[in-house]
C-alpha cells in the first residue's frame, strides 16, 4: 500500500557545495540518498515529493562538514499481510514461482497454488491447468495475496514458516513476501504466452 508521509533526516554536506545553490544540492543529495531505500517501520521510500524545512546548520568538529536538519515529505510502498497485489513473473521452478510488484520480491510456493495446476519443466518452465487454459510462465502478471512478511531494522523480508535452500542463494533483496494465488478471484491476469 502506497502512503504520503513526512520524515526527518540529518544531510552532511561539505563546504565546497556552500553558496546561493546551498538548498538545491541539499535537496539533490537527499532524493540521491533516500530514494529507493527501505526503511523497516515505513517501507520503500518511492519518491520525495517535497522538502517542508530546512534547518540551522551545525559544524562538526574537525571535518568541517556541515549537518543540516531536513523535513521532507514522501510517498512510501509497504505491504501487509493480507493486501491483494498485482504483479510480474520473474521466475518459475518446481517449487513455486517468483514475482515482483514494485520493489518487492514474493515467492508464491507450489503449495499456495491452485491443486488444478501442475509444474511443467521444459524450455519454458511453467504452472498450467490440466485443460491447458491458464498458465503460469516467466512474465505473466499474476493477482496474488500477501500472507506474511517480516519487517527487519532496515529491510522487509519475508516470512517463512519452512526452509528453503533455494531462497537463500540470490534473494537478497530489499524486500520479499509470501503470497498465495489460492483463493478467489486470484491467479494469472495477464498470459504473455498466450498471445504467441
Known amino acids: 500500500m502506497f502512503f504520503h508521509i513526512v520524515l526527518e533526516r540529518n ?3 561539505h563546504p565546497r557545495h556552500f553558496g546561493p545553490n546551498l538548498r538545491d544540492k541539499l535537496v539533490t543529495k537527499l532524493m540521491k540518498d533516500v530514494e529507493g531505500t527501505c526503511s523497516g517501520r515505513h517501507g520503500f521510500v518511492v519518491a520525495i515529493t517535497g522538502v517542508d ?9 574537525g571535518t568541517g562538514f556541515v549537518t543540516f536538519p531536513v523535513k521532507y515529505q514522501c510517498v512510501v510502498f ?3 499481510k493480507g493486501e491483494i497485489l498485482e ?4 521466475m518459475v521452478n518446481k517449487m513455486g514461482f517468483f514475482a515482483e510488484a514494485g520493489p518487492v520480491q514474493i515467492f508464491v510456493s507450489n503449495h499456495l497454488i491452485p491443486d488444478d495446476m501442475e509444474f511443467q519443466s521444459g524450455d519454458i518452465p511453467n504452472y498450467t491447468t490440466s485443460d491447458g487454459s491458464v498458465k503460469i510462465q516467466r512474465d505473466s502478471e499474476v493477482r496474488l495475496k500477501i500472507i506474511g512478511t517480516r519487517v ?3 529491510e522487509i523480508v519475508c516470512f517463512l514458516t519452512f526452509a528453503l535452500v533455494l531462497l537463500s542463494f540470490a534473494y537478497k533483496c530489499l524486500g520479499f513476501c509470501i503470497g498465495t494465488i489460492k483463493d478467489d478471484f486470484l491467479g494469472v ?8
Open 11 to 13: 544531510m552532511q554536506l
Open 53 to 61: 524545512n530546512v534547518g540551522k546548520g551545525l559544524i562538526r568538529d
Open 78 to 80: 509497504r505491504p501487509f
Open 87 to 90: 504483479a510480474a513473473v520473474t
Open 152 to 154: 527487519d531494522a532496515t
Open 189 to 196: 491476469i495477464n498470459d504473455p504466452g498466450a498471445a504467441a
